[in-house]
């Protein structure tokens, strides 16, 4: 098996990855630069105030939301092989942009999975700019979307089994997973891990779509064009953004 993990600002320019406090960002931060008015401030305050979560996911967030790894392992009950662990602890930083080059049947589609469920369930909400963002979004990506989707969609379904068996069960009353969608219960327009086509030649349903937490993941790389990596690229531009390609 041959196989590397790079992380950078770019999916096709891997450079070094920065390392975070994870405490840091529990709830995404308000960005407050010189301009912002401290009435923007107190505004979004309320809005944080308003949006009330169970101490339970609190402490869940604060958890798990900048250790992917650990969250496949304790929520999702994995064994990681060592290349998954790499791949895992790639994918901490907020703006991870991570290739992973590899033989077959080395277990990414397994990860891909755990990694799509940590985002839906770690980004509940954020605020920035004095407004409140519901929940985050995921895409699964590939040229031909329909089997690499099945085989995630089978990895998040075996996940949320083995999390109904484990000390997280509590969890599973808050998602549901449909055949082409996964969503947070009551927002399954803003809080999800979908599917985008990445067929050559065809447009990218991806486009202009922002979110302070998207996270796009790439399967078969290989068959996808340029130009939707240069889509990919562009719309990925938020500081909780991250890409995930696999070829
Ligand atoms: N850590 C693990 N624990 C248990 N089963 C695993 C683990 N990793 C992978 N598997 C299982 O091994 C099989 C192959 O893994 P997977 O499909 O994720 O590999 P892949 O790298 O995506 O393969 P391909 O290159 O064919 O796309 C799957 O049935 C998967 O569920
Ligand atoms: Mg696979």
Request: glycine share 8%; net charge neutral; charged share 20%.
């Amino acid at each position: 098996m041959s196989k590397g993990i790079t992380s950078g600002s770019s999916a096709r320019k891997p450079t070094k990855r920065a390392v975070r406090d994870p405490a840091e960002d529990v709830v995404p931060k308000v960005s407050a630069d010189e301009s912002t008015t401290q009435g923007r401030l107190r505004r979004a305050q309320e809005i944080v105030n308003g949006f009330d979560l169970p101490p339970k996911v609190r402490l869940f967030i604060v958890e798990y939301q900048f250790d992917p790894l650990r969250f496949a392992v304790e929520v999702c009950g994995v064994s990681p092989s060592a290349d998954q662990i790499d791949l895992y602890q790639a994918m901490e930083p907020m703006d991870a942009k991570v290739s992973v080059v590899s033989g077959t049947s080395t277990g990414k589609t397994n990860s891909f999975g755990r990694i799509a469920l940590w985002h839906l369930l770690c980004y509940p909400y954020a605020v920035y700019d004095g407004k409140l963002e519901i929940g985050s979004n995921t895409y699964i990506g590939a040229p031909n979307l329909q089997q690499v989707a099945d085989g995630v969609w089978k990895e998040m379904q075996d996940s949320k089994i083995a999390m109904a068996n484990g000390p997280h069960s509590w969890l599973c009353d808050y998602f549901v997973i449909t055949k082409t969608r996964v969503y947070v219960t009551g927002f399954e327009e803003q809080w999800f891990v979908g599917r985008v086509a990445l067929a050559k030649g065809q447009s990218v349903g991806i486009a202009g779509k922002h979110r302070w937490a998207q996270l796009i993941i790439v399967d078969e790389a290989a068959g996808v064009s340029d130009d939707h990596f240069d889509v990919i690229d562009g719309t990925q531009t938020q500081p909780c953004n991250r890409t995930l390609i696999a070829s």
